[in-house]
């Protein structure tokens, strides 16, 4: 994985500001991810959402943090906390991620247009070698 120069300062700036390593960074038109190291969400995003909400102004976008975990099934639910369970199988040769959601939250680990489960893909992509995720109950 390969940061340009525009994440690299986002990040530098987000570590001084936040005093929390940053593993990667996602610049989308309306929003900036963070993966933060585990157990450093709550640090960055500061007391009452206070740190999150003055980089969500001096950035003018929306700031998602995630943490990062060595272990694929953390991670996926990390990113996306609906997830009841996770696992990776093996299906004629492709890697499928299979996602388990109550029906109830299916729809916001969705997200409108299906934002939320097309970031969750692009995220788990760059680290890890999935070909597909499939949602199921």
């Known amino acids: 994985m390969k940061l340009d ?3 690299i300062k986002i990040i530098n700036f987000f570590e001084k500001y936040t005093k929390v390593h940053a593993v990667d ?3 989308e ?3 900036i991810i963070f993966v933060v190291e585990e157990g450093m969400a709550g640090k960055a995003i500061g007391k ?3 740190t999150i909400n003055e980089l969500e102004k001096k950035f003018n976008k929306k700031i998602k943090i995630f943490e990062w975990s060595d272990s694929l099934e953390k ?3 990390n990113l996306a906390p609906q997830a009841k369970s996770v696992k990776l199988e093996e299906i004629k040769g492709k890697q499928i991620l299979l996602i388990g959601v109550d029906g109830s939250k299916r729809g916001l680990l969705i997200g409108k247009g299906g934002t939320n489960i097309n ?3 692009a995220i788990v992509k760059r680290y890890h070698n999935i070909d597909e995720i499939k949602l199921q109950q």
């Open 29 to 31: 038109p309306a929003s």
């Open 48 to 50: 009452k959402g206070l």
């Open 119 to 121: 970031r969750i893909k």
């Open 25 to 27: 960074c996602i610049v």
């Open 5 to 7: 120069t525009d994440s």
């Open 75 to 77: 991670f996926v639910s």
